[in-house]
């Protein structure tokens, strides 16, 4: 089984957690929509795609929540003509099922336990998105 977890933020990332082989495979979130729709490709088959819904900060201003909103479901858009099954999931439900906070070097400790021999696509504090994207996948698993 390939369950793909998807960080939707600018320093987000997509990763992709082969239970089988209990290995994850994480990228950086592209730019652009073509980025997207042929990292989706490149992927291949997955089985279900776990998407963090946005959080929007009452301090944000209208214009970031609409570029949020908007890349968020562009993201949306591409995995839906991708064919990939998705499944939406509140930051604060994950983290809670996890007993994690918003702490992000918590959730790359978190990463780096759960899978050592792939702790090195989290090592630094900036590829924080790509450490959460694997928790997304981990808790999609918890939710078959």
């Known amino acids: 089984m390939r369950i ?3 960080d939707p933020g600018k320093q ?8 089988d082989e209990w290995q ?6 592209p730019d652009t929509i073509d ?13 279900i795609a776990w998407v963090e819904r946005p959080f929007y900060p009452h301090k944000i201003g209208v214009r970031h929540v609409a570029t949020i909103a908007e890349g968020y ?18 930051p604060h439900a994950w983290k809670k099922s996890m007993r994690l906070s918003s702490d992000k070097a918590a ?6 336990i759960t899978w050592p021999d792939c702790a090195d696509q989290w090592k630094l504090a900036k590829h924080d998105g790509r450490a959460e994207a694997a928790l997304i996948a981990l808790y999609g698993l918890s939710k078959r």
Do not use: K, Q, Y
């Open 35 to 47: 980025g997207r729709r042929e990292l989706l490709s490149d992927i291949g088959r997955v089985d």
């Open 107 to 112: 959730s790359r400790h978190l990463a780096s």
């Open 73 to 90: 479901g562009i993201l949306l858009a591409c995995l839906n003509f991708a064919g990939v099954p998705t499944r939406l999931v509140d």
């Open 24 to 29: 994850v495979a994480t990228h950086d979130m």
């Open 12 to 19: 987000g990332a997509f990763a992709v957690f082969d239970v």
């Open 4 to 6: 793909l977890g998807i």
